[in-house]
């Protein structure tokens, strides 16, 4: 008897370990905007949008000063975040041609090991939803990639009404279109099904990645988000304005609902844009430049990470991150090893959060965009741009000259050189560009017609 008891109260301990390990492991979720501007949240100093949830989640955590993504737009950028890794790794350097979803090879391959698939193995269910655009052929949509539940839509933008349009331009849950009467508006929507996810009685931790389109193109709010940015007298401002108050609203329903579920100490949050804002009604500065482009304004985002049981409120960190240490700073986190995981290129950042590790995360950052048509390298306090818009390769002292004012290239060859040196012994192990970038084709048309344009004038 005395045998079978010890049998019983074993098997009760072993239980008590497994709801202790599972207890400790946090809850994470991914918030990303797409296109949004440095200056478009308050808590980097915007004063007419309204993001009073964001500030206060802000301030709850750590705010990243030098937050930077691995490139200056969407689909690479997210290609990087998701595996890891500098997404040139794998030839993903550009966002999908336009018949993307005719062909399996393009798009992140999976042979690549994504956030999803390590969490997965750490206990996690999955969720996807909002915006994919890492492959737009069925074999690449999220169930494909270590995601249990998918909704939302496979390619690079769609209206907010969630109507059809294509099919990678459908509203999906687990790859099956969702009845556009279902829909309403998708920030609204995406939002819904987060907190549905996060609602669902189940034992085991979640990792949510919420990709919400807003505030990219096309311009589309309710009035109810309109109401809040009227007070903006420039309409395409006030819309774009809207979009970005609509997404601080609903990441105050999400908070809610953790606060509801009494999980929120232990839940990851981290909040980011894709790549700096887009041309048109965001707002980067102080940074110089736009997405597309490798000076700041391209590829430093709003960015900051809360926890409220491990990490400090208030706190800012101001050397240069890169949104690669999320996979594994998530995959420490979860109780794994992310040094078991070789192909990474990121770090844990929880030691530099936590002030445990004095040091810098990163010792230099590389950029590569389209192959080599444009490249950018900021080690210690330099930068190196080889900016093929301007045709030149530019260099900046990043702390003394953070608005990226003044070339000093020609004062300093020896630093060019080295910077060089190091950019080409990175880039020897990237792969060539697996297919050709659409915007570049938009861009050598554009520059046709006003050469055309320019001939005429001329000619008059």
């Known amino acids: ?53 964001l500030d206060r989640l802000a301030s709850e955590g750590v705010v990243f000063s030098n937050g930077y993504v691995s490139h200056p737009y969407c ?42 698939e390590a969490l997965k193995e750490q206990g996690y269910r999955t969720s996807a939803i909002g915006k994919w655009h890492l492959g737009d052929h069925p074999d690449l949509y999220p169930p494909a990639q270590g995601f249990d539940h998918w909704f939302g839509f496979p390619g690079g933008a769609m209206n907010y009404w969630g109507t059809a349009q294509s099919k990678i331009k459908t509203i999906y849950r687990n790859r099956k279109p969702v009845p556009e009467g279902e829909l309403s508006y998708l920030t609204d929507d995406f939002t819904n099904e987060a907190i549905n996810f996060i609602n669902k009685k189940d034992k085991k ?19 109810k988000y309109l109401e809040q940015t009227k007070h903006i007298e420039y309409a395409g401002r006030s819309v774009y304005a809207a979009m970005v108050n609509a997404v601080d609203e609903n990441v105050g329903k999400i908070d809610s609902t953790l606060v509801a579920n009494g999980i929120k100490d232990n839940t990851i949050l981290v909040f980011l844009s894709d790549n700096g804002g887009r041309i048109e009604h965001a707002d980067n500065r102080p940074n110089r430049g736009h997405k597309g482009m490798l000076f700041e304004g391209g590829i430093k985002v709003p960015f900051f990470i809360s926890w ?18 999320l996979f594994p700073t998530f995959l420490n986190a979860s109780g794994a090893s992310a040094s078991k995981e070789k ?81 080409a012994n990175w880039d020897a192990k990237n792969k060539a560009p697996g297919w050709l970038d659409p915007h570049a084709e938009n861009v050598i048309k554009e520059d046709k017609r006003w050469k055309k344009t320019r001939e005429k004038s001329l000619k008059k």
């Open 1 to 53: 008897m005395s045998y079978l008891k010890n049998i019983i109260l074993f098997v009760y301990f072993l239980l008590f370990i497994q709801i202790v390990t599972a207890q400790k492991q946090p809850n994470i979720i991914v918030i990303l905007t797409d296109d949004q501007g440095w200056a478009d949240v308050g808590f980097n100093g915007a004063t007419d949008i309204p993001t009073p949830n």
């Open 75 to 116: 689909s690479p950028s997210r290609a990087g975040l998701l595996t890891g890794r500098y997404q040139a790794r794998f030839g993903h350097d550009c966002n999908m041609p336009y018949n993307g979803e005719n062909d399996v090879t393009v798009g992140t391959p999976l042979s690549e090991k994504l956030i999803s």
């Open 205 to 223: 931790p979640f990792f949510i990645y919420l990709a919400y389109n807003a505030p990219h193109a096309p311009d589309h709010a309710t009035k």
């Open 308 to 325: 409220p049981s491990k990490i400090k409120e208030k706190s800012l960190y101001s050397k240069p991150i890169s949104s690669l240490d």
């Open 343 to 423: 192909q990474l290129d990121g770090v844990d950042l929880m030691p530099y959060i936590l002030n445990k590790n004095k040091g810098n995360p990163h010792n230099i950052l590389f950029w590569r965009s389209s192959g080599n048509f444009e490249y950018a390298v900021r080690k210690g306090k330099y930068k190196l741009y080889k900016s093929a818009y301007k045709n030149k390769t530019l260099l900046f002292n990043i702390e003394e000259d953070n608005l990226e004012r003044y070339d000093i290239a020609k004062q300093h060859p020896e630093i060019c050189l080295d910077l060089e040196k190091s950019y």
